[in-house]
């Protein structure tokens, strides 16, 4: 008989679980899984930029290296922080397993079991999954369109013990909203103020297509309280599992500690095929070029929910980023939606609140699909919607 199973393990599916299941039904158009269309995947560049590093490079291309990972690649990775308001260093710099291990880590550097963390409601699955390991106590602030309520935010920190603020400020998932350069700048001084640390997700960033960018929440930390993540996920490739965490020499030096028991260090392999792929492409074009499809795909999704949905429903109106969060009556249950959807799949909303739980909601993504998937998929969800209130009106 196998042994019991520690406490900390939920044997039950989790909402990640559900999500890349229902993204892997190839019978039906997925609106569920965040995932980047692979048709743009620079797979002749990526295919030469791995061959021609291992090909040049010595034996050590194979050997341990530092846990911070590749440094030129980390040199890289603090030259673009510029761009967006943050002034480091490489050994600032961790780069990780995508910023989801970024996630984890910090949880588990930070965390101790009932620790208060500040989370978005709604918010990202995956880091519920990466907090919830600690037992914390979860404070939900809602979203508004210019990110979360920081009126909220500012009683909720006043009035309890918190340790974490998750936020994800560029074209939040799943809401896609983006936060204010007033927000940031709150935020970033109730941080410090409180002495509470920020994880600022970032990894739609670069995904923005209308409008300009905005300083990193970083960029206004003045005592070390904010740790900002990226990834190449999302820009480049999800397969490449690459991510980085910017932050405070003393954090970083921590986090490599604790990440000797996870993996050591990420694939330098992995991590200097990226960089020779940055050597010799120009990834401002490749990134313009993903901003160009996925608008198209997002403006046919906005037309294609105006057209189907019926006039109880609202939805979000994002200028980038991957998702749009759709807003079902109080009277319906997105869960019993899911069951009812003849061609297209979602992920339901109730997931992605820590506490409330809310069940009218549901998330959408654009951008793994087609145009015509996009305008099949709204009509039958639009249909699936108007029968089930007509239901509830007999």
Not at 6 to 23: G, K, V
Not at 51 to 64: A, D, G, V, W
Not at 192 to 201: G, P
Request: proline fraction near 5%.
């Amino acid at each position: 008989m196998i042994p019991t199973f520690s406490s900390r393990i939920n044997q039950e599916p989790t909402s990640l679980d559900a999500l890349f299941a229902l993204s892997g039904r190839a019978d039906l158009i997925s609106f569920a899984g965040g995932y980047p269309d692979p048709a743009l995947f620079p797979k002749k560049e990526l295919n030469n930029a791995f061959e021609n590093r291992i090909k040049k490079s010595s034996s050590e291309i194979f050997q341990y290296r530092s846990i911070l990972g590749y440094e030129p690649l980390r040199k890289r990775i603090a030259n673009y922080a510029e761009t967006t308001g943050i002034t480091c260093q490489p050994e600032n710099i961790m780069l990780t397993q995508g910023a989801q291990q970024g996630i984890k880590l910090l949880a588990g550097l930070f965390l101790d079991d009932f620790d208060g963390v500040v989370v978005e409601a709604p918010t990202y699955a995956g880091g519920l999954e990466a907090f919830n390991d600690h037992k914390p106590t979860y404070y939900e602030i809602p979203m508004e369109d210019d990110g979360m309520n920081i009126d909220i935010l500012e009683k909720t920190l006043e009035e309890n013990n918190v340790k974490l603020i998750y936020t994800i400020p560029n074209f939040q998932n799943p809401t896609g909203y983006c936060m204010s350069i007033e927000k940031r700048k709150r935020l970033a001084k109730l941080a410090s103020k409180h002495n509470v640390m920020v994880i600022e997700d970032d990894p739609y960033r670069e995904l923005r297509y209308t409008g300009n960018a905005l300083p990193s929440i970083k960029s206004f930390d003045l005592t070390e309280n904010v740790v900002t993540l990226g990834s190449f996920s999302k820009i480049l490739s999800p397969a490449l599992r690459c991510g980085w965490l910017i932050g405070a020499k003393e954090i970083v030096d921590q986090l490599s500690s604790l990440r000797l028991s996870y993996d050591c260090q990420s694939s330098n392999i992995l991590l200097e095929g990226i960089d020779e792929y940055l050597d010799h492409n120009d990834i401002a074009t490749h990134i313009s070029k993903l901003r160009d499809v996925y608008q198209h795909k997002m403006n046919a999704m906005l037309t294609g929910l105006s057209e189907n949905l019926p006039t109880e429903c609202s939805f979000s109106k994002p200028t980038g980023g991957f998702f749009i969060w759709v807003n079902l009556p109080e009277s319906l249950d997105a869960r019993e939606l899911l069951n009812k959807t003849r061609k297209v799949t979602f992920l339901e909303g109730s997931s992605l609140f820590a506490t409330s739980k809310e069940t009218n909601h549901l998330r959408l993504n654009f951008t793994g699909i087609t145009e015509k998937q996009i305008k099949e998929g709204c009509i039958d969800l639009g249909n699936t919607i108007k029968h089930a209130l007509l239901s509830l009106a007999i």
